[in-house]
T-cell receptor, first 112, second 114 residues
Framework: QKEVEQNSGPLSVPEGAIASLNCTYSDRGSQSFFWYRQYSGKSPELIMFIYSNGDKEDGRFTAQLNKASQYVSLLIRDSQPSDSATYLCAAPYSSNTGKLIFGQGTTLQVKP | SAVISQKPSRDICQRGTSLTIQCQVDSQVTMMFWYRQQPGQSLTLIATANQGSEATYESGFVIDKFPISRPNLTFSTLTVSNMSPEDSSIYLC???????????FGPGTRLTVT
C-alpha cells in the first residue's frame, strides 16, 4: 500500500518566520511530488511541484526533495498570516494511471 | 493550468434522492478525476472519469452508487445516488492537463443530505 504521510499539526509560526512542512512517502519509485494549499472552505490549489532531487524555489516557497531519505519538504519564507491554510503533499500512485495519493495535510497557522 | 467549474456549488438533499454534479474544464484535458473530502479529512479518490468508456472506480466506490459520465474531453458528471447522511461531503473534480502529473481542482460541491 503506497502511502504519503504528513504531520497533521497544527504548525504554528510567528509572522516573518520560516515555516517548514514535511512529508514522507513509502514508494521508492516515486519521481514527482506536489504541494497543494487549501484554505478553509476552498478547494486545493497547486503551489509547487518537484521532480528531481534538490531544491526548487518559487518566490517565498522552496520545495526540497531527498529521494534517498524518501522525504519532501516545503519551506515558506517570511510567513504571512495569509499563508495560514492546510498544506497537502501528493505523489503519483503509479506511472500510468495519473492518479495521485494525498497525505492527510498539515495545518499551518501564522500568528501576527 | 486549467480553469475548472462545478455546478452546483452546494446543495441540500433529502435522503434517498440523487444529485448530479457537473464539471466543466475550459480546455481539453487528458484525465479527469472525482474526489470526496469529508470534514477535516484529506482527499479520497472516487474514480477516474474515462472519455468514451466506463469510469475506473477505487476500492470502496461502486458504479451503482456513483455513476460517472465523460462524454468528451472537457466535461464530466458525477451522480450521487440514493443518498444517505453519510454522503454529506465536499465533492471535487480535478483535471490533469498535460504529460506530467499535475492536477488542478474545481471549486467543489458541498453536499448536505438530511
Amino acid at each position: 500500500q503506497k502511502e504519503v504521510e504528513q504531520n497533521s499539526g497544527p504548525l504554528s509560526v510567528p509572522e516573518g518566520a520560516i515555516a517548514s512542512l514535511n512529508c514522507t512517502y513509502s514508494d521508492r519509485g516515486s519521481q514527482s511530488f506536489f504541494w497543494y494549499r487549501q484554505y478553509s472552505g476552498k478547494s486545493p490549489e497547486l503551489i509547487m511541484f518537484i521532480y528531481s532531487n534538490g531544491d526548487k524555489e518559487d518566490g517565498r516557497f522552496t520545495a526540497q526533495l531527498n529521494k534517498a531519505s524518501q522525504y519532501v519538504s516545503l519551506l515558506i519564507r517570511d510567513s504571512q498570516p495569509s499563508d495560514s491554510a492546510t498544506y497537502l503533499c501528493a505523489a503519483p500512485y503509479s506511472s500510468n494511471t495519473g492518479k495521485l495519493i494525498f497525505g492527510q495535510g498539515t495545518t499551518l497557522q501564522v500568528k501576527p | 493550468s486549467a480553469v475548472i467549474s462545478q455546478k452546483p456549488s452546494r446543495d441540500i438533499c433529502q435522503r434517498g434522492t440523487s444529485l448530479t454534479i457537473q464539471c466543466q474544464v475550459d480546455s481539453q484535458v487528458t484525465m479527469m478525476f472525482w474526489y470526496r473530502q469529508q470534514p477535516g479529512q484529506s482527499l479520497t479518490l472516487i474514480a477516474t472519469a474515462n472519455q468514451g468508456s466506463e469510469a475506473t472506480y477505487e476500492s470502496g466506490f461502486v458504479i451503482d452508487k456513483f455513476p460517472i459520465s465523460r462524454p468528451n474531453l472537457t466535461f464530466s458528471t458525477l451522480t450521487v445516488s440514493n443518498m444517505s447522511p453519510e454522503d454529506s461531503s465536499i465533492y471535487l473534480c480535478s483535471a490533469r492537463t498535460g504529460g506530467m502529473y499535475e492536477q488542478y481542482f474545481g471549486p467543489g460541491t458541498r453536499l448536505t443530505v438530511t
